[in-house]
């Protein structure tokens, strides 16, 4: 039952995420930051708009050069 | 009736992500039908697709009515957003050559030669390793399609047309492979799979920040400067964002060769 569970938590981790956790848990963290901003009121929706575009844009850039570097030379 | 950016962008990545993930799951199908039996393949490809549709109804109707329009566009983007950026990066790091293309032909002989070499076991009158290949083939490479379509078909109101993209695009690569009977390996499946990580990043980003209205202290959904026409905007930007990673891994980096 338990070696069932871990499969079909495994198979949806995997469907969901993929095989770069780092942009999932940056995605997830974005929004939730974003959130708080929205929440407190502290900017206008434009800026949260442009701010959110641009760091998810940086993101994944982030990510494509980080796994370069790792790829074999 | 006439097409909004939205409702294109849905029906064009609807067609695309379905055509590409098919044509995987045409190659797998092929090779069980070719290698075992044309019997299994198809029973599991055709329990595959009812298992499919009840997901993709039973989910609709969940996705369409549980949740109000601010909530459900923070949760769809989120989730296209993180699905968007993993095809995006591939596709990106495949463009620069830094990971290799996937090769339709490759998989159909290394399915054939594993079909060839397992066990034969019959289960209610059929070759049971072409079946249950044939179903996990299609029900994986279907489930992304399902995803797409339910979810991108929700935020923007249009499940059928996404559901009419994905449908018609499932119709061309059945019968293409039916005429030809091999698989698509001419399709330019990177190609295909870069234009679906732009729409899904695209609308990702602007159903994530339509859906911070959520949050707002008077609630309902963020709205962008220029509404609708911020998508072709954020379209450019990714497009520019990834043509510029992809011309600098170019020149910075040998490519790989698998």
Known sequence: MIRALRTFAAFWFDFVVGDDWRIAAGVVGLVAAAAVIVHLAVVRAGIVAAGVALAVVVLVLAA??????RAPR | MSLTASDLGVVTASFLASGVELVE?????????VARSWRAALWGTGAAVVVLTVITVALGTVVGTAVSRSALQLVVGTLLLIFGLQWLRKAILRSAGLKALHDEDATFAEEQVAAQAAGHELRYGLDWYAFVISFKGVFLEGLEVVFIVVTFGASAHSIPLAAGGAAAAGVIVLVVGAVIHRPLAAVPENTLKYVVGLLLSTFGVFWVVE??????????????PGGDLALPVLLATWLGASQLAIGTLRRTRPPVTA
Not at chain 1, 64 to 69: F, G, L, Q
Not at chain 2, 211 to 224: D, E, N, R
Request: hydrophobic fraction near 50%; glycine fraction near 24%.
């Open chain 2, 25 to 33: 799951a045409l190659t797998i199908v092929l090779a069980m039908g």
């Open chain 2, 211 to 224: 859906g911070l209205g959520t949050f707002a202290p008077g609630g309902g959904s963020l709205g962008w």
């Open chain 1, 64 to 69: 494509i050069v980080s796994d370069a570097r």
